[in-house]
């Protein structure tokens, strides 16, 4: 640190508690040897970065290396493990309790790398989901990623984002924070620039921007005085977006069954135990047949086995751009009964261009597409015409240019937009009437701003004129614009009586074809505090419209489409006007009678004047909701739900999180969304792709089918072995498996088949049945059905082969062997019938998933090990068998896949 400073760029790490609240702005600027305008050079930022470090917390870490080993030794399962192998150790029974031990380590072992994969992928989903900042450096703006973040950095915020570091504000229009992730204060702060006394609280200060927090509305610009650990929010270890885990309403379910059925079990063991001590059967017999009923009986694979399922099904939704932020969303997916998208940017593609200009006194086409400049404005009798043909085309697209935060710049050969693609259309079309930076800036500076919000529906901008005089711009929704006017412009400049009859007639003309339509309005001589009155007064003079052209995605047709068929209705929610919402939903397929007024399609006004009564019905049989605001959509989504409907909802503005939380799934838009939004949804779309819905939902269904796949598969083992075990307890006969040998089977096929079935590709028609039913349990009774059936094979099959092979002369450990790969062999074909719950194993044909091709011939390679190496002989008390047991095997086991399949058959229906 040199001399007494407490901060600063030459300081090393800013100081913890530096109070720049106290200080005047531009001291702080200075302080940090910044710029208020142009903020800090790259080279500078880059050295800064070097010396300050990353702008990132670090890492919650999940224990050492030690911790996380031991942790795996945690469970029930491994205590009881550990318990019947120190007795068995204790009995003198080395083997058995080598055999156990290993189990143990080898069940640690698994678990511990699931546990690492599993928190890579999700770290690696974190990344997925962008975190930029906007700042200044070298007097341009540019957006960087967060981490990049140095003090002295000049950012600029606005309604939507999440704070990135600690900032002190140097400017701020309307702006305000929720900063209840630092200070529990949930209603938003208003912030602004003034020096505050230096005693004052974190929570209090105003001046300040704090990491982590979100900007609920307005805008600010302000200097970066602490990143990464240095922010309140390192210094008190509160870390964003906490850790997620892989645990979901239904793993919770399960591994509390696990742990009940454990107890149970464990009970029925000591019970039995206690039974055949005291009916004077050998003490370490009797000991070893409950070990092995305990063993046998639980699903100790089964909550893991579901976590990687889920895993999966997390990373292929990653594959099609779809990010789950909450687990229990991948749950939900497959239920769903209706999408409510935004239009803009999901079903559209948010691509701005405009394609007319209307004036009170002339139209005029505007041609080219995108946000190149090439193109020009024609007159309806063809001829290319400028700005300056008419004082209303001029003011109106001066107002659509400088009422304007959009950053249009070239890259690549293409254009790079920061800010939002309306504003980037109304830039451009000022472009193609000849109007420069130097008539749309540097002339005119801008003074104040009246930030757009999805609320007001447009914005307004007052600007200092060369001479001295003000003028205000604006621009936004037709109806607010038309409010706030007084006049009309005409071509010479005069103001003339506002006819909005004409005006309402071509906007629905132009919105007809699917154009958004944006109104603009200017007050040429204005008065220098004509922003101080809010709500502005209605004073200023409409200048004209502009039409927009904003492609239906392409995708987004076969999407609605798919939804259709998947029972899953699809709705359209937009903040813009009606005929345009309804002419794009039209054309991707979403109404059946297009056309306001039939009851398809509502708008907000509408919907207001709805009677509570005959509110649900009308929103669950309208499509499309036009100029709806954003607690509407919150309404919206609780009158679905009360009408039994599962909700996925899109959102991409700060106020759209109350809707998100409320719906069943909330879905963000990774691009053009805001973090607000984000940080309150269920699953981002890093593509905002409606599609891309679509997708997560079929992978939500396939999910849900491969636990189920999973579930149905694994629980006839456990149960044919627990009774089978108990049975020969109960009778006081001979075990046909051992302790070792059931482990030994439940491990390997575990790994090498069931968890094969998380790989499954989805079946061919899950989004042409109807949504699954939450309230539905996992199993139906027709799979309940099957589970027994295949355990009740599984006991008769293995009793009948052990009794069989002991009566033709097989020794006990050979009669034994043939049990165990009998259960083995029985899993495996079992396998392939599990593939599908409904259809028959042979027509899935043989190769759909490789995957269980691999586990088959490692689960065979194991057992002719089990069988015939000498050294698992000796371990697990196998001995190899004569082909006629082979055969015998086989012949069973093909028995109980046919009857199966018999059964499947009979059941020729959905389960
Ligand atoms: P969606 O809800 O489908 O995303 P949207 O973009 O039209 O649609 P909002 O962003 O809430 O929804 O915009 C509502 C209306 O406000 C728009 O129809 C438009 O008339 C107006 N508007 C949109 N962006 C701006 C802007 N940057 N400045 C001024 N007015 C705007």
């Not at 200080?23 to 050079?41: M, N, Q, Y």
């Not at 005929?579 to 794009?584: E, K, N, P, Y």
Request: proline share 5%; with cysteine; glycine share 10%.
């Amino acid at each position: 640190m040199s001399g007494g400073e407490a901060s600063g760029p030459r300081a090393g790490r800013p100081a913890a508690g530096a109070h720049h609240h106290g200080l005047p702005a531009h001291e702080a600027v200075l302080l940090w040897e910044s710029d208020a305008d142009r903020g800090l050079g790259g080279e500078e930022a880059a050295e800064r970065l070097e010396r300050f470090g990353r702008n990132v917390l670090p890492a919650r870490s999940s224990g050492g290396l030690l911790r996380r080993v031991l942790r795996q030794f945690h469970h029930p399962l491994v205590h009881v493990l550990v318990i019947a192998g120190v007795i068995t150790a204790a009995l003198r029974e080395y083997l058995d309790s080598t055999v156990i031990f290993g189990v143990v380590l080898v069940n640690a072992l698994i678990g511990f790398v699931q546990e690492s994969r599993a928190e890579a992928a999700l770290e690696g989903l974190r990344a997925m989901v962008r975190t930029t900042a906007t700042v200044v450096r070298d007097g341009r703006r540019r957006r960087v990623p967060s981490a990049d973040l140095v003090p002295g950095d000049l950012v600029m915020v606005e309604a939507g984002v999440k704070v990135p570091a600690d900032v002190r504000l140097l400017r701020a229009a309307e702006l305000r924070t929720d900063e209840s992730s630092l200070t529990g204060e949930s209603v938003p702060v208003p912030k602004d620039e003034v020096v505050l006394d230096p005693r004052t609280p974190v929570a209090d200060r105003r001046n300040m921007l704090h990491s982590g927090t979100l900007v609920t509305a307005g805008r600010g610009a302000g200097i970066v005085v602490a990143t990464g650990p240095e922010t309140e929010l390192g210094q008190i270890h509160r870390l964003v977006g906490a850790a997620e885990t892989l645990a979901t309403p239904l793993t919770a379910k399960l591994a509390a069954f696990s742990r009940v059925l454990t107890v149970v079990i464990l009970a029925l063991a000591a019970v039995t135990f206690a039974a055949g001590v005291v009916r004077g059967q050998e003490a370490v017999r009797t000991f070893t047949a409950a070990v092995a009923l305990a063993v046998g009986a639980i699903p100790e694979g089964l909550p893991a086995a579901v976590t990687i399922t889920l895993a999966i099904g997390v990373a292929r939704m990653a594959g099609r751009r779809a990010v789950v932020r909450r687990m229990p969303a991948v749950e939900t997916l497959g239920s769903t009964t209706v999408i409510c998208a935004d239009k803009t940017g999901t079903l559209t593609e948010n691509q701005m261009t405009v394609r007319s200009v209307w004036t009170p006194d002339a139209v005029f086409d505007v041609t080219g597409v995108g946000y190149a400049p090439d193109g020009a404005l024609h007159a309806r009798d063809g001829t290319v015409v400028s700005a300056g043909t008419s004082q209303a085309l001029w003011w109106c697209l001066l107002a659509g240019a400088a009422c304007n935060d959009a950053v249009l710049t070239r890259r690549d050969g293409g254009w790079d937009l920061v800010g939002d693609p309306t504003e980037a259309a109304m830039r451009v079309v000022a472009g193609k009437g000849g109007m420069g930076t130097a008539d749309v800036s540097e002339r005119r500076p801008r003074v104040d701003t009246v930030p757009f919000s999805s609320e007001r529906q447009f914005m307004a901008t007052l600007h200092r004129e060369a001479g001295g005089g003000h003028l205000v711009l604006a621009k936004g929704a037709v109806e607010r614009i038309l409010d706030l006017c007084t006049g009309q412009m005409g071509v010479d400049g005069g103001i003339r009586p506002l006819d909005r009859g004409t005006i309402a007639a071509a906007v629905e003309d132009l919105a007809s074809d699917g154009l958004r339509v944006l109104a603009t309005a200017a007050l040429p001589s204005a008065a220098p505090d004509a922003f101080a009155a809010r709500p502005l007064p209605r004073s200023l003079v409409f200048t004209g419209l502009q039409a927009m052209l904003d492609p239906p995605r392409p995708a987004a047709t076969a999407a609605v489409r798919a939804c259709r068929s998947a029972g899953i209705a699809v709705k359209m929610i937009t903040g813009d006007h009606a005929v345009t919402a309804s002419a794009v939903a039209d054309r991707i397929g979403l109404l059946e009678q297009p056309g306001p007024g039939k009851g398809e399609v509502l708008t907000g006004a509408e919907l207001t004047a709805l009677s509570d009564h005959a509110y649900p019905g009308a929103v669950d049989g309208a499509r499309v909701f036009a100029r709806v605001s954003p607690e509407q959509k919150l309404h919206l989504v609780q009158a679905l739900q009360a009408r039994g409907q599962i909700v996925t909802m899109t959102g991409d503005g700060v106020n759209d999180a109350p809707a998100l939380r409320q719906a069943d799934i909330g879905v963000a838009m990774g691009r053009s969304g805001t973090q607000v939004a984000e940080d309150a949804a269920d699953m981002v779309l890093t593509d905002d792709d409606f599609a891309t819905i679509e997708a997560a939902v079929e992978e939500g269904r396939g999910v849900f089918d491969n636990l189920t796949k999973f579930i149905v598969w694994t629980l006839p083992t456990n149960m044919g072995e627990g009774l089978v075990v108990l049975a020969a307890i109960l009778f006081g006969a001979t075990l046909p498996i051992l302790p070792a040998q059931i482990l030994w089977i439940n491990m390997t096929t575990a790994v090498a088949l069931g968890l094969m079935l998380a790989f499954e590709p989805k079946e061919a028609g899950v989004m042409v049945r109807p949504p699954r039913d939450p309230a539905r349990p996992l199993l139906t009774g027709a799979l309940v059905v099957r589970v027994l059936l295949v355990s009740a094979l599984l006991v008769a099959g293995s009793w009948w082969l052990f009794t069989w092979e002991r009566d033709t002369g097989a020794t006990l450990p050979e009669a034994r062997t043939a049990a165990v790969n009998l259960f083995v062999a029985v899993e495996l074909f079992y396998v392939f019938s599990c593939r599908s719950l409904t259809r028959s194993a042979w027509r899935l044909g043989p190769f759909g998933n490789r995957w269980i091709i691999g586990g088959i011939l490692a689960q065979t390679a194991g057992q002719l090990a089990l069988t015939y190496l000498p050294a698992m002989n000796h371990l697990f008390r196998t001995a190899p068998i004569s082909g006629g047991a082979w055969l015998r095997i086989f012949a069973l086991a093909a028995l109980a896949t046919l009857v199966v399949a018999l059964d499947k058959r009979l059941r020729h229906h959905f389960v």
